[in-house]
């Protein structure tokens, strides 16, 4: 047994969510979505009772190109955190119908496929394979099912599009000459090739890009705000839960270890840059009066503490970021999840628009208010402990990016609980708003129940991520 | 050798039956021949021999190549029965020049002597001259077929006068003997003169920037399948052509010899970079799908020309390289074929809508079109690969970014169309399901996805 069961699992689902037609699509997808999950659980057992469940084939001779896939904490907790989160985000499109819903579903799974692929990827060309495939079925999703003028979406969908593939594409070509110097894209050999300075700088670069963008770090986030407000939620949900995460994950896996001279030389301007997102975000999402935009911005926030973290090349700072990829992927989840309920109900997304919703639905605003509480990073929540880890490791570097960074819990407690007064405070509502019903609670009680329970016990994922992270870091300081 | 002939035959097979009256079976027969043909090349493979005075050498790159071009031949002919069913009487005409045209191709890339290469450009160009006008009543038709013909023959000219001065400088057609002889130290400066000429002309051929302006005219005034027809086989043929002829010439060498290799290489580099960025930012602003789709083609030829810089090894990576375009190509064509087959011309916005009103032929475009742009899992996407593997190995790595970023504005003008298929409302509807436009269709890009996920099937043919 080994982790290409569950990629197979996941592009079969595909192909059967596709054929078997519109009205049994969403449970199909969500049986596969299941069916991954329990196997990755069952994977995760082999993987801590010692078992090996990596995978290496030759697929192309000439030049070579292999089909690895590596199973090691790290890559199995951004897995699992991957086939976590598409059951959850399909179970939460429950409430809607959606035109042609075989495609819809068929291309959510073929998105996790490919982003499994990427998370587990072990040679680099099959990880730039994935890498790309991840980024066909969100276009679609943000392009056909997606909201507002159809003209704007457009705009939205294609700049989104050439921009992640101009950065991908430079990434190719880096991988291309790091061929050349290794004779192979496998992982641990390009882990081995010695460069100089100057080659790991362009390296170092053409990787940056790529990543940058995904994540997104300033200045390459500006179609950012735009995609999320256009995409479906399920799609936004996709982009923010998990598909940015791949950045996240490919900076640890890929550009430090490959190109570590460049990582340490330049490490103050990656931190800076990722801290400027911090302020930039927190500050822009102050003004928002769109609940998505508000929290894709609050997303830019979070992650660009994330990618500061990353930069910080020591345990602590990788570590955190990890810790709060998996926390910042499932709050916010849940909190578009929170916009898109209540946008069943009031058709708006505008934050004016809204309000009074406390007084109609006590439930749903105390799921609503952890949610909140929980993304600024609350103490006892899961996203706590991933923050202040980051930050305790940035101010190890330097105490000014801790005070800086820090500013997201000042800022993001303010803008997200003015937001929350905003949504749900204030008169009662005109309009009616029913509270969550059995489906919608699932979804948010889950997504809560993780944050909480890890909020106070993270120690089986640290357990699970350390010994991979300690391993990247050996590399990074082999010289 | 045997392929020749046995195409040959065919094509005089496939006149016959208009005097038989078998008009109906004439497609059917065409490609079960054409089949009977693949599999003959097929048994050639692999041996190396000369016929008729050195006249026609059959090589390993010959017969990869003739393989290729019998198969999208195949698909040719597969389409041209739904695309000339309102001229029952023409259709064996048109099938039999599409087969002479094959083998005027096979005839240019198995070629031992430069007049046997000049039979064949002629045999191709004058098919596809005809084939280009073949809308009788139709004045764009008329203005394509008499462009192509006034610069094709031109550009034949040109060729021909550069075999002269070789034959002046060298004495001998024959390419054994030429390329024995121009490793000498001693060359008349009439062989290198000679040789600019004749890749100039080939240049024409494959529409390479600054010899392209014939192209989007002459591919928008023709019949849709003629277009087909010139962006694919044609394309594929001039352009294998010219690596044959620059490889077994021994010009590299030969100009190594006289420290010309830097300026050859530096000519290569700009014209490849020229074909790419002038195709694909003209690209960007056309309307019409056949137009877009030729300057996309010049693009296509930029790349392709870069595999003249490795020419000791990149045999490989150009028949790759062609196949995966070849396919994409003609997957995208039948969707074109099909959806403007009752228009009066191939605007974008004939498109609207298809995603809606047939799901499967827009996925083939999209995918085709992916391929095109360079997406994985798509052949199209690992033949750039291979292609920028090699040429940065041999250390052109500003060239390969030049590649990247046209790459990307290349997305700009593939997405228009695939924005147009998903994104906008119907504005006709659509009756009927022809098979053979829809067998192409699935043929070619499953095909395509086949080469993507086995890409060594091709690429090491031509070990």
């Known amino acids: 047994m080994n982790v290409s069961l569950i990629l197979i699992i996941l592009l079969i689902g595909a192909f059967v969510t596709y054929f078997v037609g519109d009205k049994l699509a969403s449970k199909v997808a969500l049986f596969f979505s299941l069916a991954a999950l329990g196997c990755s659980v069952v994977l995760l057992n082999h993987f801590c009772a010692g078992e090996n469940i990596s995978v290496i084939n030759a697929w192309i001779t000439q030049p070579k190109i292999s089909f690895a896939l590596n199973a090691d904490g790290l890559a199995i907790a951004m897995l699992l955190l991957t086939v976590a989160l598409t059951p959850i985000i399909i179970f939460s499109s429950f409430g809607n119908e959606y035109k042609n819903a075989k495609g819809f579903y ?209 345990v602590d700072g990788l570590r955190g970021a990890v810790l709060q990829m998996i926390a910042h992927g499932f709050v916010v989840v849940g909190l578009f999840y929170a916009a898109e309920i209540i946008y069943r109900r009031f058709q708006t997304r505008n934050i004016s628009e809204m309000g009074g919703i406390r007084t109609q639905s006590p439930k749903f605003t105390s799921m609503f208010l952890i ?109 | 050798m045997n392929t020749l002939i046995a195409i040959t035959g065919l094509g005089i097979f496939c006149l016959l039956f208009e005097i038989l009256n078998l008009r109906k079976a004439i497609v059917p027969i065409t490609i079960l021949g054409l089949l009977g043909v693949l599999a003959l090349n097929f048994s050639e493979f692999g041996s190396t021999e000369s016929y008729y005075n050195n006249m026609i050498t059959v090589s390993k790159f010959s017969t990869a190549f003739s393989s290729l071009f019998i198969i999208l031949t195949i698909f040719l002919v597969a389409l041209s029965h739904n695309f000339y069913e309102n001229h029952p009487t023409k259709i064996s005409d048109f099938v039999a020049i599409k087969v002479f045209l094959l083998a005027g191709g096979v005839a240019m890339v198995s070629f031992g002597n430069l007049a046997m290469f000049f039979l064949g450009i002629e045999i191709l160009s004058i098919a596809l001259y005809v084939l280009a006008a073949s809308e009788r009543l139709n004045l764009k038709s008329n203005e394509a077929g008499m462009k192509y013909f006034l610069m094709g023959s031109f550009a034949s000219g040109i060729i021909l006068f550069g075999i002269c001065l070789i034959y002046g400088a060298m004495g001998s057609f024959d390419v054994v003997e030429i390329s024995e002889s121009s490793l000498s130290a001693e060359l008349p400066i009439w062989f290198p003169i000679g040789m600019v000429l004749m890749v100039i002309g080939m240049l024409f051929k494959v529409a390479a920037v600054p010899f392209h302006f014939w192209a989007p005219d002459v591919y928008e005034g023709s019949p849709a399948l003629t277009t087909a027809l010139m962006s694919t086989l044609a ?127 827009a996925a083939i475009l999209t995918g085709s079109l992916l391929s095109m742009a360079g997406i994985p899992i798509f052949s199209g996407f690992f033949a750039k690969l291979f292609l920028f593997n090699q040429t940065i190995q041999s250390g052109y790595i500003a060239l390969v970014i030049v590649a990247v970023i046209n790459s990307i504005i290349s997305v700009g003008y593939y997405f228009k169309l695939i924005l147009a298929m998903y994104s906008k409302e119907p504005n006709q509807e659509r009756t009927g399901k022809p098979f053979l436009i829809y067998a192409v269709a699935i043929v070619s890009i499953v095909l395509n996805i086949v080469l993507g996920l086995f890409p060594s099937l091709v690429l090491d043919l031509l070990k």
């Open chain 2, 235 to 361: 394309k594929v043929v001039a352009i294998a052509t010219l690596y044959k002829l620059i490889s077994v010439l021994n010009l590299i060498p030969s100009l190594e010899n006289q420290d010309l290799l830097p300026t050859f290489e530096n000519i290569v580099v700009i014209i490849s970079i020229a074909s790419m960025t002038v195709g694909n930012i003209m690209a960007l602003r056309q309307v019409n799908v056949k137009r877009m789709l030729a300057f996309s083609g010049i693009s296509h030829a930029g790349f392709m020309l870069m595999t003249l810089l490795t020419i000791a090894t990149s045999a490989g990576v150009l028949l790759y390289y062609t196949a995966a375009y070849a396919l994409a190509g003609i997957a995208a064509f039948s969707v074109i074929l099909y959806v403007c087959k009752n228009q009066d011309n191939e605007d974008i916005t004939n498109f609207h809508g298809l995603g809606k009103t047939n799901p499967l032929l």
């Open chain 1, 106 to 314: 068929a291309l959510i799974l073929f998105m996790a496929f490919a982003m499994t692929g990427t998370f587990l990827a072990a040679d680099g060309l099959l990880y730039y394979i994935f890498w790309e495939l991840a980024l066909i079925p969100i276009y679609f999703i943000a392009l056909i099912w997606g909201n507002g003028d159809a003209e704007e979406r457009r705009k939205a969908v294609i700049k989104f599009f050439i921009y992640t593939l101009a950065g991908s594409l430079f990434m190719l070509v880096a991988f291309i000459y790091l061929y050349q110097k290794a004779g192979s894209f496998l992982i641990d050999d390009l882990y081995k090739v010695n460069l100089s300075a100057n080659e790991q700088l362009w390296i170092f670069l053409a990787f940056f890009l790529a990543y940058a963008i995904k994540i997104p770090i300033i200045p390459f986030h500006t179609w950012q705000a735009n995609v999320y407000q256009k995409a479906p939620t399920v799609g936004t949900m996709l982009l923010s839960g998990i598909m940015l995460k791949m950045g996240l994950y490919s900076v640890i896996r890929w550009q430090l270890p490959i190109a570590p001279l460049a990582a340490k030389e330049y490490m103050n301007i990656f931190i800076a840059l990722g801290i400027a997102g911090v302020i930039y975000g927190s500050i822009v999402a102050l003004r928002q009066k769109d609940l998505k935009k508000l929290l894709a911005y609050s997303s830019l926030a979070h992650v660009g503490l994330i990618a500061a973290g990353t930069y910080t090349l020591t």
């Open chain 1, 371 to 479: 949610l909140v509480l929980a993304s600024v990073a609350l103490p006892s929540t899961f996203n706590f402990v991933g923050e202040f880890t980051v930050l305790y490791s940035l101010s190890q570097i330097n105490i000014w990016f801790a005070v800086l960074g820090g500013t997201t819990i000042i800022l993001g407690a303010y803008y997200m609980l003015k937001m929350f007064q905003g949504v749900m405070l204030g008169e009662t509502n005109s309009k009616t708003f029913a509270d969550v019903s059995v489906n919608e609670g699932i979804s948010l009680v889950v997504i809560i129940a993780v944050l909480i329970f890890f909020g106070f016990y993270p120690k089986p994922i640290t357990d699970l991520i350390t010994p991979s992270l300690e391993t990247i870091l050996s590399v990074i300081n082999k010289n």
